[in-house]
């Protein structure tokens, strides 16, 4: 008998310990959400944003965190964003002025209350504000790896426990550069979407797992609704603070093989013409089209070596956009006879470039390829192999 009544007291003991920890939850006076805002139109807003909003009901604070902040009075500041080492911040809001910017850009606004223990939500808590402290507001900004929404996704990763995203938000083998470039033909920006391959590198053709695909908003809004913590769904609820605008449509995604196309067909017409006018213009292209290729290839290996860019690294551009180029225009316009050897080398990699163009470890921009045919044609014309065929 006294072996039962011990029993039964160990159970009303627990179950007064479960009520008890569930009544506190119930009771605790803080909330956290996430607030997912929709894309703008601009190139900067074009994917969308992610902000933590933390309310304390005892305090009586409610206090939007947001990591996408710079200060544009920063010294040097031009010169620390070319060289990717510009500092983003944490910064507070309320929502009335949050919500106040995104209502006037027309872009609309998610909310989703995180399902989280008391327990759970003082560490969130208490884990920003300490971000918010000194020099621990300031980080070194990443697009892909280190932005707004994966501080955000860190933070209650790291104060929650058995937390789990059961469903995957990308298929299998989708890289950054696919991600991205899904947000830029939604949002009209073909030109955009040339200079962002051309700038950057194989990197951004790596496949990206379910975590990493977290960086763009909208993807973590989605593995967030599909989350669990502790065997139950992570948000508790969603609702729509304010809505979004209907989209006027996507620009033409061909627009820049379309323009690039036509100039480069139109410079190969007037390369075939014998009259003196025609002579001199193409001498004159040929030497603006090395000196073009040659500064851009410049360009992409100070973006590679000389800054903090990861996503710059191991750009398979140069093999059509060739640093020595700049020179080579240089003497190809006194004495190209001297860059026929050069010339000879230029058409051999941009021949097995064009072969392997859709096999190379970094998606290259379709639109370049009547560009890089164009090179082909003028390196072949200046070459060594051109002189002993028809000369």
């Keep these: 008998m006294k072996r039962i009544m011990g029993s039964f007291f160990l159970f009303v003991l627990l179950l007064s310990f479960k009520n008890g920890a569930a009544q506190q939850d119930s009771l605790c006076h803080i909330e956290v959400s996430i607030l997912t805002c929709a894309p703008g139109d601009d190139l900067y807003s074009l994917f969308g944003h992610t902000a933590l909003r933390i309310t304390d009901k005892k305090l009586g604070t409610d206090i939007i965190y947001n ?15 070319m060289k990717g080492n510009l500092q ?31 327990e759970e939500k003082t ?11 000194g020099d621990n507001r300031f980080y070194r900004y990443d697009f892909a ?25 990308v298929p299998t083998g989708t890289t950054f550069r696919n991600m991205i ?4 033909d939604k949002g009209g920006q073909p030109w955009s979407k040339l200079g962002i391959d051309i700038l950057l590198g194989a990197k951004l053709d790596k496949a990206v797992t379910n975590n990493e695909a977290m960086f763009l908003p909208e993807y973590l809004l989605k593995a967030f609704d599909s989350a669990t913590a502790q065997n139950k769904p992570l948000v508790s609820k969603s609702r729509q603070l304010l809505p979004q605008k209907t989209g006027n449509g996507a620009a033409n995604v061909y627009n820049p093989l379309i323009a690039i196309a036509a100039v480069c067909i139109l410079l190969f017409a007037i390369s075939l013409l014998k009259t003196k006018w025609a002579l ?4 004159f292209a040929d030497s603006l089209l090395l000196y073009i290729t040659g500064l851009l290839g410049v360009l992409l290996l100070i973006m590679w070596f000389a800054t903090d860019h990861i996503m710059c690294s191991n750009n ?5 956009a060739l640093p020595t180029n700049l020179a080579a225009g240089f003497i190809a316009w006194k004495k190209p006879e001297k860059c026929r050897r050069y010339f000879s080398i230029c058409f051999t990699v941009t021949a097995l470039l064009l072969l392997g163009w859709f096999w190379l470890p970094q998606q290259l921009n379709i639109s370049l390829i009547p560009f890089v ?12 192999f051109y002189t002993k065929q028809y000369n």
């Design 280 to 283: 001199t213009f193409t001498r």
């Design 123 to 133: 560490e969130i808590k208490r884990l920003t504000e300490v971000n918010m402290q």
């Design 67 to 81: 990591w996408g902040t710079f200060d544009f009075d920063e010294p040097n500041f031009y010169g620390k964003f």
């Design 181 to 184: 470039h899904s947000y830029l």
């Design 373 to 384: 045919l164009l090179l082909l044609v003028r390196y072949f014309k200046l070459s060594d």
């Design 316 to 320: 398979f551009n140069l093999l059509w």
């Design 88 to 118: 983003y911040f944490v910064s507070p809001d309320n929502i009335q002025d949050f919500l106040y910017n995104y209502e006037y850009e027309q872009r609309g606004v998610t909310e989703q209350l995180l399902d989280l223990t008391c």
């Design 145 to 169: 790896l280190d932005n707004c929404t994966t501080r955000v996704r860190d933070i209650i990763k790291n104060s929650t426990r058995q937390i789990q995203f059961t469903a995957n938000t």
